[in-house]
Nanobody, 125 residues
Framework: QVQLVESGGGLVQAGGSLRLSCVASGRTFSTYTMGWFRQAPGKEREFVAAVRRNGDVTYNGDSVKGRFTISRDNAKNTVYLQMNSLKPEDTAVYYC??????????????????WGKGTLVTVSS
């Protein structure tokens, strides 16, 4: 069982920045693929970014590429999502997630094994 706890959400004006953090339990954090997903009001949950255990990163296309950066600190069992140049359409609950199954072969279509409870990001115009 892996527990994930997100933090760092809040209210920010358009153009501003936030950094989300997610602390994971478990002794083998370095082997997990870690990702961030988001769900806006009335919309389905969507993939944002992921970092595989070998350090490879994947982003969800043009919606966040160049503005969001995912990183991990294995010594702290933590994954981060630095969000810059935020837009009102980035408003959503952001969820941290972990994959323990596919390792470096993980792709967004595989989904994740564990999920955090989410942290709300609200971007005002």
């Amino acid at each position: 069982q892996v527990q994930l706890v997100e933090s760092g959400g809040g209210l920010v004006q358009a153009g501003g920045s936030l950094r989300l953090s997610c602390v994971a339990s478990g002794r083998t954090f370095s082997t997990y693929t870690m990702g961030w997903f988001r769900q806006a009001p009335g919309k389905e949950r969507e993939f944002v970014a992921a970092v595989r255990r070998n350090g490879d990163v994947t982003y969800n296309g043009d919606s966040v590429k160049g503005r969001f950066t995912i990183s991990r600190d294995n010594a702290k069992n933590t994954v981060y999502l630095q969000m810059n140049s935020l837009k009102p359409e980035d408003t959503a609950v952001y969820y941290c997630a972990a994959d323990l199954t596919y390792g470096s072969n993980w792709f967004p279509r595989y989904g994740m094994d564990y999920w955090g409870k989410g942290t709300l990001v609200t971007v005002s115009s």
